[in-house]
């Protein structure tokens, strides 16, 4: 439609019609908000307000292509650095380090859609980030996709489950969920062993070794950590695995610098999948973010979880520079 033929004055549309009418006009028409603020007769401020409207009701979906994020200098230093198939790199930006995490967090989940296929089968760990990037997936349909819960459900203070992780990121994928209905965690590991061997939690930890791709953060191996605070483990259990040599955490898995597992008392009573899954996949995203999450993230890398990274540009420049100390 030409822009000569809308030259329509406000009194003409009302309520839902001119903030879609304004939001056409600003983002397929081209007009600026002066422009469409003489075309529709009404303030620019109201113009403004319009567009604020459109982009809260979900009417405007604004992303920039991956290439933005994956084909600059940073993305290619990590990517050659760390042979990885691409990592996608974006802006810090000048606000809170939680900021931050939510800016990567998005960049993950409209990444992550264009890496999925039609009968994919997704393994989903468990964190804040993770949940993050769940809720802001928009809204698609992969055709057979099927998304697993990677770690037992666990009492938490953050408002969301490792099932909540799951499913959310299922149901923004159009996909069917597989959840793990046993705890992340329990007292004993006779019991847990016989939990395992229920036959349908055995079901459900065997579709976990079917999985092709995975999305995970590395957690951070310190007391004062999530895994410590989401009730896993205790101060006691993680300074047992610090003094042993661990660097991060794998849905509940401690691994030192190298990835590789270290095995602990704790290890027999987690209702999770193994590390030996997570490795060799055709896609294992890690999404992290924060000077505190180097160290995890390098050791994640180098057991062979890695394949595509979304980080900040900050923390993929401490990354490159990190000596290992």
């Not at 990590?78 to 380090?97: C, M, S, W, Y």
């Not at 899954?277 to 995203?285: A, E, Y």
């Amino acid at each position: 439609m030409a822009i000569g033929t809308r030259r329509r004055t406000s009194g003409q549309i009302s309520g839902e019609s001119i903030v879609i009418e304004a939001a056409w006009m600003y983002h397929h028409d081209g007009l600026n908000q002066n422009e469409i603020a003489r075309l529709l007769q009404v303030s620019r401020a109201t113009i403004v307000n319009y567009l604020q409207e459109a982009k809260e009701r979900g009417f405007i979906r604004i992303s920039l292509a991956p290439e933005a994020f994956t084909s600059h200098q940073l993305a290619q230093d990590l990517r050659k650095k760390f042979n990885l198939q691409a990592a996608f790199v974006l802006p810090h930006g000048i606000g809170t380090d939680d900021e931050a995490l939510m800016r990567v967090a998005r960049g993950a989940a409209e990444w992550l859609p264009s890496l999925l296929n039609m009968n994919d089968r997704l393994g989903v760990a468990w964190g804040r980030t993770t949940y993050e990037v769940a809720e802001a997936i928009e809204q698609t349909n992969i055709s057979g996709l099927t998304v697993s819960q990677l770690i037992g459900s666990m009492a938490t203070p953050y408002g969301f489950t490792a099932e909540i992780c799951s499913a959310n990121m299922a149901q923004n994928l159009g996909a069917s969920c597989i959840n793990l209905h046993a705890p992340a965690v329990l007292s004993n590991p006779e019991i847990a062993a016989q939990l395992r061997n229920e036959p349908i939690i055995k079901a459900q930890l065997d579709a976990l070794s079917h999985c092709n791709k995975t999305i995970f953060a590395a957690g951070s191996c310190t007391p004062n950590s999530h895994i410590v605070s989401s009730g896993v483990a205790t101060v006691e259990e993680v300074n047992w695995y610090i003094e042993q040599g661990a660097k991060g955490v794998l849905c509940g898995r401690f691994i030192d610098g190298q990835g590789r597992q270290i095995t602990g008392e704790l290890d027999e009573r987690i209702i999770a999948v193994t590390l030996d899954k997570l490795q060799g996949l055709d896609m294992g995203m890690l999404v992290s973010e924060g000077a505190d999450k180097v160290v995890p993230m390098l050791a994640a890398i180098a057991g062979g979880y890695v394949t595509h990274i979304v980080t900040s540009n900050k923390t993929a420049q401490l990354m490159l520079d990190h000596t290992g100390s």
